[in-house]
């Protein structure tokens, strides 16, 4: 055994189908799906994820996300597709004139730093803290990202 993948959660191994496990600890099917844009419906290969995560686009507006995400948010599809990341996590800026992205404190937002230097750069993060301001106080986050074509994946990997 070699651990697990970071994204799906599977079990790794040095077998024939793992054997060119990443640095990163992303498995053949994984990396392979995120390389080609996904060849399977986002949905489907999302929703097979254990832990929450949104598909947004280079503008900071997330498209989709799985059940996991869903359910962590306490929203529905209707109320995260084609809104802003802020606006979906509750950032208590994102009401503000400009709206997410567009307020002097998004220049700080960690969350929008990730996800836009995963678009620039095409380099993933990896269980990086990030937090925000809500309604109701700071809430913080571990969270990873990885690009799959015109997309950022982002991954809530833990609520601190």
């Not at 269980?127 to 994946?153: D, M, P, R």
Request: proline fraction near 2%.
């Amino acid at each position: 055994m070699a651990g697990f993948c970071s994204w799906c959660k599977r079990e790794l191994s040095y077998d024939s189908h793992d054997a060119d496990i990443s640095q990163y600890y992303i498995c053949s099917d994984c990396r392979r799906a995120a390389e080609s844009g996904f060849d399977i419906p986002i949905l489907d290969y999302i929703n097979a994820m254990e832990l929450p995560v949104l598909v947004i686009n280079e503008d900071g507006t997330v498209k989709t996300a799985n059940f996991s995400a869903l359910s962590v948010l306490e929203k529905s599809h209707g109320e995260i597709e084609n809104r802003k990341g802020g606006e979906v996590f509750r950032c208590r800026y994102s009401d503000l004139p400009g709206g997410c992205g567009g307020t002097v404190h998004c220049v700080d937002c960690t969350i929008r730093m990730l996800v836009m230097d995963t678009f620039s750069t095409g380099n993933g993060h990896f269980e990086t803290t990030a937090s925000l301001e809500s309604g109701h106080g700071v809430i913080s986050f571990k969270v990873s990202t990885v690009k799959s074509g015109s997309f950022v994946l982002l991954r809530i990997d833990k609520i601190i």
